[in-house]
């Protein structure tokens, strides 16, 4: 499951757990994509199973996914508007004053906090501070 987008934490990738099952339903999202993407791309149902060995199958799409990430790399970064600003839920108000240790990060309301950087990088390197450090108080 590593290398799938949102797979952020080990605890997605192992069982048990709602971790788990969260990671497992991102993991089928990017399959389901492949397979989206193939029948929009004209493979009729099933074509693979009947038409391809699953080493030719794993060979086109280890290429396809390489020219992707290749490309990936041309594409401009999104516009995004300064000061970057996130808005996070925590669980608890605890874990929100938790959250505030991070340079950057403020209270918002009783559970959410709000980071805000003039740069982006620094807006999601705050994120992820936040992230670490209220799983950790949160014992995980």
């Excluded at 339903?25 to 060995?53: K, P, T, Y």
């Amino acid at each position: 499951m590593e290398g799938v987008a949102g797979i952020v934490d080990w605890s997605q990738c192992r069982a048990p757990g709602q971790p788990y099952e969260e990671g497992r339903a991102l993991l089928l999202g990017e399959v389901n994509a492949a397979i989206d993407g193939a029948l929009a791309g004209g493979a009729i149902s099933r074509f693979a199973a009947l038409q391809l060995h699953p080493e030719e199958a794993r060979e086109k799409i280890y290429a396809a996914a390489e020219t992707a990430a290749r490309r990936a790399g041309s594409i401009a970064p999104p516009a995004i508007a300064l000061p970057a600003r996130l808005d996070v839920e925590t669980q608890t108000a605890d874990i929100a004053e938790v959250a505030c240790w991070v340079k950057g990060v403020e209270r918002s309301g009783i559970r959410s906090v709000r980071i805000e950087a003039d740069d982006p990088v620094a807006a999601y390197k705050a994120f992820i501070s936040v992230t670490y450090i209220t799983r950790v108080a949160e014992g995980r």
